[in-house]
């Protein structure tokens, strides 16, 4: 019998970054975990955990990989596999927490929507920037996340501990998959992650930004559907 697969994903990102996945699955278990009410790494992770069969096999992606650090360090003998998309380990440096502020301070002003504008650079390469169908994703995804759940989001995110000094104790087989042109994670985030756990293999999806679920489904669906096989 095929093990449960939980899904979960990051800051101002749903169910829609999935659906490619969800589609290819369809006689799958397959679990969206919730990233809307809590505003702690260790609130998602538990109500992830509280939540998911006995066992299972984890795929995370941006905020998600941060959970499912805390998911690893909580409870590794639940998870079977491990799968981390446009994720990183390290904790904020001052650039990132300036970022970050930067966002807070344009929700608490009334501007919530630029926030995804803002961000659209960071998201996509530039030949994808005039997208439609990427963009009207991203920005859907925006709005039904909504203000009050991004401001939680980013203080669980800001809040959260350096993951690299436990990567080592990770023993289940782990895929790393980056975006070619993320301009969120680095090569070198990834090179780091896949230095500490053992056995783990690197993935880069060529002429993708930080969404490559949806930006290159026809390579990373066949990626994932491989490494969890049946």
């Known amino acids: 019998m095929s093990l449960p697969i939980v899904l979960i994903t990051g800051q101002l990102l749903t169910d829609a970054v999935w659906q490619p996945l969800l589609d290819a699955w369809p006689d799958r278990d397959v679990i969206v975990a919730d990233n809307r009410r809590d505003d702690t790494i260790a609130g998602f992770a538990q109500r992830l955990l509280d939540t998911a069969p006995p066992r299972f096999i984890?795929?995370?992606?941006?905020?998600?990989g941060f959970v499912a650090f805390e998911v690893m360090r909580r409870a590794p003998e639940r998870v079977a596999k491990l799968a981390l998309i446009s994720t990183l380990a390290s904790a904020d440096g001052p650039a990132q927490t300036a970022?970050?502020?930067?966002?807070?301070?344009?929700?608490?002003?009334?501007?919530?929507?630029?926030?995804?504008?803002?961000?659209?650079?960071?998201?996509?390469?530039?030949?994808?920037?005039?997208?439609?169908?990427?963009?009207?994703?991203?920005?859907?995804?925006?709005?039904?996340?909504?203000?009050?759940?991004f401001l939680a989001q980013q203080r669980a995110i800001m809040a959260r501990i350096d993951s690299r000094p436990r990567l080592h104790e990770i023993a289940v087989p782990t895929l790393l998959i980056r975006g070619e042109q993320d301009g969120i994670t680095s090569r070198a985030h990834h090179e780091e992650m896949l230095e500490a756990i053992p056995g783990a293999r690197l993935e880069v999806i060529a002429g993708t930004g930080h969404l490559p679920t949806i930006e290159a489904p026809e390579v990373v669906v066949p990626l994932l559907t491989d490494f969890i096989g049946a």
């Open 99 to 149: 970022r970050r502020q930067g966002y807070i301070d344009l929700v608490q002003s009334g501007r919530f929507d630029q926030v995804v504008e803002e961000r659209i650079p960071m998201l996509f390469p530039e030949a994808k920037r005039g997208d439609e169908r990427l963009l009207a994703i991203a920005r859907e995804m925006a709005a039904d996340t909504g203000a009050d759940t």
């Open 58 to 64: 984890l795929v995370a992606h941006a905020m998600g």
